[in-house]
């Protein structure tokens, strides 16, 4: 599994944080590193990210800013990507199990460090499973489907 992680300038040091474990787990992760300056704001922070796992460069993608939630606005504004913001494991586990979420989103600002390498594991180690939630990801997939034709 392919890896992107990248954030903005109010969670350089999360990021950092979480890089450096996946890579002491044997993580195939790579930091985008997309405002190596921090000029860049997380709108297209994220967005470049979301094209990045829409283009199929990577699997799945982690984004982090303050709070994690324009992140998670902004990467859904891609077509082909599902980012969810999770705080709690359980709910990680679900992005990936019920979901098929493809973007981890976290706010620096309201998750400390180990519980988000705890979050980080439970996300990269679900897979979709499919069943009851199946139909309600093709529903939700139709649907932005729909959506993003009606803009051309």
């Given at each position: 599994?392919?890896?992107?992680?990248?954030?903005d300038?109010?969670?350089?040091?999360?990021?950092?944080?979480?890089?450096?474990?996946?890579?002491s787990?044997?993580?195939?992760?790579?930091?985008?590193?997309?405002?190596?300056?921090?000029?860049?704001?997380?709108p297209?922070?994220?967005?470049?990210?979301?094209?990045?796992?829409?283009?199929?460069?990577?699997?799945?993608?982690?984004?982090?800013?303050?709070?994690?939630?324009?992140?998670?606005m902004v990467?859904?504004?891609?077509?082909?990507?599902?980012?969810?913001?999770?705080?709690?494991?359980?709910?990680?586990?679900?992005?990936?199990?019920?979901?098929?979420?493809?973007?981890?989103?976290?706010?620096?600002?309201?998750?400390?460090?180990?519980?988000?390498?705890?979050?980080?594991?439970?996300?990269?180690?679900?897979?979709?499973?499919?069943?009851?939630?199946?139909?309600?990801?093709?529903?939700?997939?139709?649907?932005e489907?729909?959506?993003?034709?009606?803009?051309?």
């Amino acid at each position: 599994m392919r890896i992107a992680i990248d954030a903005d300038d109010a969670a350089v040091n999360l990021k950092e944080i979480i890089y450096k474990h996946l890579l002491s787990k044997d993580y195939d992760v790579t930091d985008i590193a997309f405002s190596k300056d921090g000029t860049a704001l997380y709108p297209e922070i994220g967005y470049n990210l979301a094209q990045r796992i829409r283009q199929k460069d990577f699997d799945r993608g982690i984004l982090i800013c303050g709070t994690g939630i324009g992140m998670a606005m902004v990467a859904n504004k891609v077509q082909g990507v599902y980012a969810g913001l999770c705080h709690d494991v359980f709910s990680a586990q679900r992005l990936a199990k019920s979901n098929d979420g493809n973007i981890l989103t976290m706010g620096e600002r309201v998750i400390g460090s180990e519980l988000a390498k705890l979050v980080v594991e439970a996300w990269l180690s679900s897979l979709f499973e499919g069943g009851s939630s199946e139909p309600k990801v093709i529903q939700m997939r139709n649907l932005e489907s729909k959506s993003f034709s009606s803009l051309k």
